[in-house]
């Protein structure tokens, strides 16, 4: 049965124009043309269009572009496996915004213990605690969110307590999408002791990616909603 474009664009509340521009992007099977010009849809691109409105919020747009590529191409089980990856390094990120949560109430960082009587963390020992890259770190201090002091004697970068807690903040903040002078004011409050700002925006991190989890179980839904109609599952 063939769908009017106009048909699915007000069911998915969105332009005929998007609907083009989808196509136009790989992310659909390329629609036929009736006699006029006019594309003539089918219920498998009515799927698709649903599985990318519905994938959107919670994967993003460069990751659900890849998955329905690869759902075009059969490729069925790399498509899912880059799904879990995502779902994966989102519970990574939960994990740390709880740690985070932990660290400014001066629970866990206490725990975590040097050794000898060293007052300073190196750059792969605070990569390891954090979960923050070391590259991230460097890209960081870059962008000026962090400034670190060096080591006299090999000029490696030095990170006390404060710096950890900082860079904790940075890492939890950037997984939930805040964007640099957001996290640049926390900081600046959180610099003037303001702890309980700091501690609001990491629970209030904790929401938005709760918030994008359930938007990922409604992505993941609607991906096997379509796999099924292809038959690929």
Known sequence: MNIRPIDIARKL????SALRRYEKWGIVPPAERAAN????????????????????????????????????????????WIVNQE?????????????????????????FELG?????????????????????IRHWEK?????????QENGYRKFNRTQIRQIQMIRILRSANYPLEVIRQVLKEFGHNQIEVARRFARDSLD??????RNQVRGIYYLYRLCSLLKLL
């Not at 006019?38 to 919670?58: I, K, N």
């Not at 007052?119 to 020992?125: D, F, L, P, R, S």
């Not at 962008?143 to 080591?151: K, Y």
């Not at 938005?208 to 989890?213: A, P, S, V």
């Open 116 to 136: 000898g009587n060293r007052k300073w963390m190196t750059i792969g020992e605070v990569s390891a605690f954090t979960g923050a890259s070391s590259s991230a």
């Open 37 to 80: 010009g006019y594309r003539m849809y089918t219920e498998e691109h009515v799927a698709y269009f649903e599985c990318f409105r519905a994938m959107l919020p919670g994967f993003g747009m460069k990751i659900t572009k890849e998955v329905l590529r690869k759902v075009q191409r059969k490729e069925v089980e790399d498509a899912l």
């Open 208 to 213: 938005k990616l709760n918030y994008i989890n």
């Open 87 to 111: 779902q994966a390094r989102l519970h990574q990120d939960k994990t740390m915004a709880e740690k985070t949560v932990r660290i400014l109430e001066n629970e866990e960082l206490d725990k």
């Open 13 to 16: 509340n969105i332009s005929t």
């Open 143 to 151: 962008e000026g969110l962090i400034s670190l002091p060096r080591d």
